[in-house]
């Protein structure tokens, strides 16, 4: 199984494109996060998903708008790119809800790397 | 407002030595915690997690140590490895967000490097 796929792992953009960043989970996982990670700063969480059709924001959504079209899919979209979108992005999915004691329920992708200029 | 963060930024050490990596987080009324490894170029692993109503739990070679008393949380790796060298972050349980797993806020993480 390859677990969370990640698309593109790299890509540089100007300030005011769109783009979109796939995730691909073939766990059958009914939920799924997208993170934003900076230098110096832990991975807060954009937005979030708790089944296929349904998205909610998370810490900091501003900018960035999701689509949870099919279980396996999470995209996450910029539709107006500002310098301050420059970050490691990171996907991850688990099925179960709730943080279970002892157990690896997350699972993280390798992560893309997006520069705004 | 709420955060978890680390002491330091950056440890090095020997290796066979042993790790200490520091964790202090402000919301005492977080019940779990989580450490996580992040080697370059991929996303975080989880190591290992604790609950409130412990002070310690063991896994390979790694500790997790929590004094509540204190909002502090260590990671404790025996007889370090290369294989070791990575960014270890904590994280704790918010509640923000439901019951998913988005509830987890992450501290600003600590690398650890080892020499040979």
């Known amino acids: 199984n390859a677990g969370v796929t990640q698309t593109p792992k790299f890509r540089v953009l100007k300030t005011g494109q769109s783009m979109t960043l796939l995730c691909a989970q073939d766990m059958n996982h009914e939920y799924m996060y997208w993170y934003r990670q900076d230098p110096g700063m832990g991975l807060r969480l954009i937005h979030y998903?708790?089944?296929?059709?349904?998205?909610a924001k998370g810490e900091v959504p501003d900018g960035y708008n999701v689509s949870r079209l099919k279980k396996q899919n999470f995209l996450l979209g910029l539709e107006s790119a500002a310098p301050s979108q420059t970050s490691v992005y990171f996907c991850?999915?688990?099925?179960?809800?709730?943080?279970?004691?002892?157990?690896?329920?997350?699972?993280f992708g390798a992560g893309s790397r997006l520069t705004v200029l | 407002g709420e955060s978890v963060g680390l002491h330091l930024p950056t440890l090095s050490v020997q290796e066979g030595d042993n790790s200490i990596i520091n964790c202090a987080y402000s919301?005492?009324?977080?019940?779990?915690f989580i450490w996580y490894k992040q080697e370059s170029g991929k996303g975080p692993q989880f190591i290992i997690d604790i609950r409130s109503n412990m002070d310690k739990r063991q896994g390979q070679r790694v500790t997790v140590l929590l004094n509540k008393t204190v909002k502090h949380l260590s990671l404790q790796i025996a007889a370090t490895q290369p294989g070791d060298s990575a960014v270890y972050f904590c994280?704790?349980?918010?509640?923000?967000?439901?019951?998913?797993?988005?509830?987890?806020?992450f501290g600003k993480g600590t690398k650890l490097s080892v020499k040979p």
């Open positions: 998903s708790v089944g296929e059709g349904t998205t």
């Open positions: 919301n005492s009324a977080s019940d779990y």
């Open positions: 991850a999915s688990s099925y179960e809800a709730g943080l279970i004691f002892g157990a690896n329920v997350l699972t």
């Open positions: 994280a704790e349980n918010s509640g923000n967000y439901g019951g998913s797993q988005g509830n987890l806020i």
